[in-house]
Nanobody, 119 residues
């Protein structure tokens, strides 16, 4: 059974940065980052196709967040210029989706890591 593990959440002041990491226990085609705040649905933030490195971003993430992979297959979400609205539980997901930022198309999920942006 595939396992997905996130790390790197925490608390930061507005304008600050955080880097989230995601590791999958075996090969995957695509890794996505999603977030979910209390009372809201799970929102796609960014995704990367591992074979080719193509990346996809939600409008809320463009220009501030960067998704990337390393040679070992770990996927990172670098978040800059964080805002209070970015406060959420962030989840890493793995799968082979057609729609890259749609949570329902991912098969494997991590437990989530909390990101809090507050002064």
């Amino acid at each position: 059974q595939m396992q997905v593990v996130e790390s790197g959440g925490g608390s930061v002041q507005p304008g600050g940065s955080l880097r989230l990491s995601c590791t999958a226990s075996s090969y995957v085609n695509t890794v996505g980052w999603f977030r979910q705040a209390p009372g809201n649905g799970r929102e796609g933030v960014a995704a990367i196709r591992l074979p080719g490195g193509d990346t996809f971003y939600a409008d809320s993430a463009k220009g501030r967040f960067t998704i990337a992979r390393d040679n070992a297959g770990k996927v990172y979400l670098q978040m800059r210029r964080l805002k209070p609205d970015d406060t959420s539980m962030y989840y890493c997901a793995a799968g082979n989706p057609d729609r890259m930022l749609l949570a329902a198309e991912y098969n494997y999920w991590g437990q989530g890591t909390q990101v809090t942006v507050s002064s």
